[in-house]
């Protein structure tokens, strides 16, 4: 095609979050020639824009804000030899690892020996949970909030009314604390709010703010901005209003999958995430995919240390290329929506952090996990946890070690 540039790399990264960031640098430090594509002004992935703190316990083994922890990324990145492009957008696919790039400087082709997709995940926006009433202004997601108050500082609303009650519910409350904007009420639809239990007790009493269980948000009143929202009480049916100018659709998580689907990688239909086995491989040879787009969604440390697992997979198959052994299917079965990784391979090894992810549409305050597989039961193991609908399953993969690489698919329940 006439005017499109084209360049050959070991390695395009594409998302410049914490995963995409530490696989980055890790493959750059090795000797290898990584570019990370991002579409925003500047890298650092949703930790930018998330003034609080909380992040790199896992990875860094301190507590940062967000900011501070998307910068330091980024430096590392950059200073092991990696190169940085932001603005740049990728459009598409122009071979099995060659990605059509639309920046500032126009258009080019990427060809690379090796692609990273770490594109991450996005909440479900009102359209998408069915919600009624007019199109006001006044209808933000998480991420939206942050980026009109961390980045933009144009946020301007007195009350606000918050969807859900996970733990990036409450990262909502404080952004909307920081800009001066009172939550005058948080709602779940369950029947114990998402998030921890010791949040779940202080967040109201600490922060002044009326969390609901039981309900939810039904129809967005008024027409040119938000006005309020009629709630409804999924016990009783029993309906009310709220008046607010501002709601902020929290949670819901879904992989931001759509190169992975281009791409005609095999999916995931229940989380949109590309299906990869432990080694974090697609069912593309030499693409793979890391952080929240695998598992949507679990914390930032979490996905930049699966950058640094998917990373050595990279290296290995720069270094000889070759298509993997055939691999048993993992499935998950409800109350669970989704599990990963969900390919399992002879040599392989162990998922990111030795820990099985899943994700339960269901509260349980005592459960079990189950593994079954040509229809017998070859593992269970009693949780210690409590099981919530809001928040990752984090699961010992030596669950894993009775399994048949030579049988049929394994089933993961709970019970």
């Given at each position: ?133 007019d199109r006001p202004m ?123 689907r281009t791409a005609g ?14 080694e974090l491989r697609t ?133």
């Amino acid at each position: 095609m006439s005017g499109v540039a084209r360049r050959t790399v070991d390695v395009a990264v594409v998302g410049s979050g914490p995963s995409g960031l530490v696989a980055a640098r890790r493959l750059a430090a090795a000797g290898a020639d990584v570019v990370v594509l991002e579409r925003e002004a500047a890298p650092g992935g949703v930790p930018r824009h998330s003034a609080h703190t909380g992040y790199g316990l896992r990875d860094r083994h301190r507590l940062m804000t967000g900011p501070a922890y998307a910068a330091r990324l980024a430096e590392e990145a950059d200073a092991a030899g990696a190169t940085l492009r932001t603005e740049a957008t990728v459009t598409g696919w122009a071979g099995p690892r060659a990605l059509a790039v639309t920046s500032p400087a126009g258009l080019e082709e990427l060809d690379a020996g090796a692609v990273v997709l770490a594109t991450g995940a996005r909440e479900r926006p009102r359209p998408a949970r069915l919600v009624a009433g007019d199109r006001p202004m006044g209808v933000v997601t998480t991420g939206l909030l942050q980026q009109l108050v961390h980045l933009h500082d144009r946020l301007s609303a007195s009350r606000a009314v918050v969807v859900g009650a996970e733990l990036v519910s409450w990262s909502a409350v404080l952004t909307l604390r920081e800009a001066g904007c009172a939550t005058v009420l948080m709602t779940s639809e369950h029947d114990v709010a998402e998030a921890p239990a010791p949040l779940r007790w202080l967040g109201p009493r600490a922060l002044g703010v009326p969390l609901a269980t039981r309900t939810r948000v039904a129809r967005i009143l008024g027409r040119g901005r938000v006005e309020g929202v009629e709630v409804v009480d999924t016990r009783s049916g029993a309906r009310s209003q709220v008046a607010c100018d501002l709601v902020v659709f929290t949670g819901s998580w879904r992989a931001e999958g759509e190169l992975a689907r281009t791409a005609g990688l095999q999916v995931d239909p229940a989380s949109g995430a590309p299906v990869v086995d432990t080694e974090l491989r697609t069912s593309a040879p030499g693409v793979f995919a890391a952080g929240n787009l695998v598992h949507p969604v679990d914390t930032a440390d979490v996905a930049a240390l699966g950058g640094a697992h998917v990373a050595d997979a990279v290296r290995r198959w720069l270094e000889a290329p070759a298509l993997p052994p055939r691999g048993v299917a993992l499935a998950a079965e409800a109350p669970l929506a989704w599990v990963a990784p969900t390919v399992l391979r002879p040599g392989d090894r162990p998922p990111p952090r030795r820990r099985l992810l899943a994700w339960s549409t269901e509260a349980r305050a005592l459960a079990a996990v189950r593994l079954t597989q040509d229809g017998r039961e070859i593992a269970r193991r009693r949780l210690p946890w409590a099981v919530s609908p809001g928040r990752v399953l984090r699961l010992p993969a030596g669950l894993l070690d009775a399994v048949d690489l030579a049988g049929g698919p394994v089933r993961l329940t709970l019970d």
